[in-house]
């Protein structure tokens, strides 16, 4: 039993991990790119992009206070947990004080828990987890909602995995299995029923039942299949297919979730430049960059990132531009965009980890520097 505890604790704490520590060694990781020093030239087509200056505006920050920017935050904390632990939990706290959804705060508790236990701080850990269950068990006895009902119950397994109360674990995802076979088929929005599946299919793989991740992966294509097509709007479109992506990631099938990266690129490139609103344009730039990103086009998903920094100055969508600028070989823009970053985190209210991006960028800049003694300089940079 105690091998079974710690095999699936473990599990779901690397799948929580590893985006963080990969998304940390951006900023030194240009020596392993060797011969990739010189400037990556590919046009970029209907995406021309004004030259890139050398500074941003940091007095055009905005405060976090909308449920998207709340979600930002959280999905942030996620990505650079591992990194810095009390980080984490001030800003997982100061998230929770924004929303008074109480599935919203389940959420951050979920990801304190994850904190605490990591950190070694079990009892913490489970007070939280206790927070958790408090807040939803309201929507697991009397919501009809299928996304509520979907997302109540995997906070709650995500939880209990973390902490190891393995059994309550299993009783939950058994109960939610039963709920929301008793409510997938009134669904008929592909949005909805994309969220539903992959939080089902998330709860499986927490709890290691991992044919019926392939069982509801597969589900959830066959159902979504028809409604794809008849997809219209921009937000539609990106949130169908990203909760593919997350759903393929869960099953570690790379294939799939290449085919719906390239899927989402291909629908939503032609919607974006009819985008006016600045909120969903900044949506579907992330989509768009984290997609490319995640094919290897770093020099596409370097577009679709700067064009997010226009938008949204923070330190977080700064750093994340110069990195991938540097893992597409443009040691120009890198340098550049890693300046950048220490003037943005002055006066910034949006990103939790401004003192990791900074060291992340320093780090950065030191290895850049290196790397042009050796090879005689690189271009400045000039992105059209």
């Given at each position: 039993m105690?091998m079974?505890?710690?095999?699936?604790?473990?599990?779901?704490?690397?799948?929580l991990?590893?985006p963080?520590?990969l998304?940390?060694?951006?900023?030194?990781?240009?020596?392993?790119?060797g011969?990739?020093w010189?400037m990556?030239?590919?046009?970029?087509?209907?995406?021309?992009e004004p030259?890139?200056?050398?500074?941003v505006d940091?007095?055009?920050?905005?405060p976090?206070?909308?449920?998207?920017?709340?979600?930002?935050?959280?999905?942030?904390?996620?990505?650079?947990?591992?990194?810095?632990?009390?980080?984490?939990?001030?800003?997982?706290?100061?998230?929770?004080e924004?929303?008074?959804?109480?599935?919203?705060?389940?959420?951050a508790?979920s990801?304190l828990?994850?904190?605490?236990?990591i950190?070694?701080?079990?009892?913490?850990?489970?007070?939280?987890?206790?927070?958790?269950?408090?807040?939803v068990?309201?929507?697991?006895?009397?919501?009809?909602?299928?996304w509520?009902?979907s997302?109540?119950?995997?906070?709650?397994v995500?939880?209990?995995?973390?902490?190891?109360?393995?059994?309550?674990?299993?009783?939950?995802?058994?109960a939610?299995?039963?709920?929301?076979?008793?409510?997938?088929?009134?669904?008929?929005?592909?949005?909805?029923?994309?969220?539903v599946?992959?939080?089902?299919i998330?709860?499986a793989?927490?709890v290691?039942?991992y044919?019926e991740t392939?069982k509801?992966?597969?589900e959830?294509e066959?159902?979504?299949?028809?409604?794809?097509?008849n997809?219209t709007?921009?937000?539609?479109?990106?949130?169908?297919?990203y909760?593919?992506?997350?759903?393929?990631?869960?099953?570690?099938d790379?294939?799939?979730?290449?085919?719906?990266?390239?899927?989402?690129?291909?629908?939503?490139?032609?919607?974006r430049?009819?985008?006016?609103?600045?909120?969903m344009l900044?949506?579907?730039?992330?989509?768009?960059g984290d997609?490319?990103?995640a094919?290897?086009?770093?020099d596409?998903a370097?577009v679709?990132?700067?064009?997010?920094?226009?938008?949204?100055?923070?330190?977080?969508?700064?750093?994340?531009?110069?990195s991938?600028?540097?893992?597409?070989?443009?040691?120009?823009?890198?340098?550049?965009?890693?300046?950048?970053v220490a003037?943005?985190?002055?006066?910034?209210?949006?990103?939790?980890?401004?003192?990791?991006?900074?060291?992340?960028?320093?780090?950065?800049?030191e290895?850049?520097?290196e790397?042009a003694?050796?090879?005689?300089?690189?271009?400045?940079c000039n992105?059209?």
């Amino acid at each position: 039993m105690a091998m079974s505890i710690t095999s699936k604790r473990s599990r779901v704490l690397r799948r929580l991990l590893i985006p963080g520590m990969l998304g940390f060694i951006f900023g030194a990781c240009i020596g392993a790119f060797g011969a990739g020093w010189i400037m990556v030239q590919k046009t970029v087509g209907e995406l021309q992009e004004p030259r890139v200056t050398s500074t941003v505006d940091s007095n055009q920050l905005s405060p976090t206070q909308s449920p998207d920017d709340y979600y930002g935050v959280i999905n942030e904390i996620q990505r650079f947990i591992y990194q810095d632990f009390s980080t984490a939990i001030s800003g997982l706290k100061e998230a929770m004080e924004t929303v008074s959804n109480s599935l919203d705060q389940a959420l951050a508790h979920s990801y304190l828990v994850f904190a605490y236990e990591i950190r070694g701080d079990h009892e913490l850990a489970v007070a939280h987890y206790q927070q958790v269950q408090n807040l939803v068990q309201p929507s697991i006895d009397e919501s009809s909602d299928p996304w509520d009902v979907s997302r109540a119950f995997e906070y709650v397994v995500r939880s209990a995995v973390t902490v190891g109360d393995l059994d309550t674990a299993q009783q939950e995802y058994e109960a939610m299995k039963a709920r929301i076979e008793s409510l997938i088929g009134e669904i008929n929005e592909a949005p909805t029923l994309a969220r539903v599946y992959r939080n089902l299919i998330e709860a499986a793989s927490e709890v290691m039942e991992y044919e019926e991740t392939e069982k509801y992966f597969t589900e959830m294509e066959t159902q979504l299949s028809p409604m794809l097509d008849n997809l219209t709007t921009a937000e539609e479109i990106g949130l169908a297919y990203y909760q593919l992506v997350q759903a393929a990631n869960i099953v570690g099938d790379s294939n799939r979730s290449e085919i719906y990266n390239q899927a989402l690129i291909d629908r939503l490139k032609p919607l974006r430049k009819g985008i006016s609103d600045e909120k969903m344009l900044m949506k579907v730039n992330r989509y768009l960059g984290d997609a490319e990103f995640a094919l290897g086009n770093y020099d596409f998903a370097a577009v679709y990132y700067h064009d997010l920094v226009q938008l949204e100055h923070s330190t977080y969508n700064v750093y994340l531009l110069a990195s991938t600028y540097s893992l597409g070989g443009n040691y120009g823009c890198a340098f550049t965009w890693y300046q950048n970053v220490a003037l943005v985190a002055e006066n910034d209210t949006t990103s939790v980890y401004t003192d990791l991006y900074k060291e992340g960028a320093e780090a950065g800049l030191e290895s850049i520097r290196e790397f042009a003694d050796t090879v005689g300089g690189f271009p400045d940079c000039n992105v059209r």
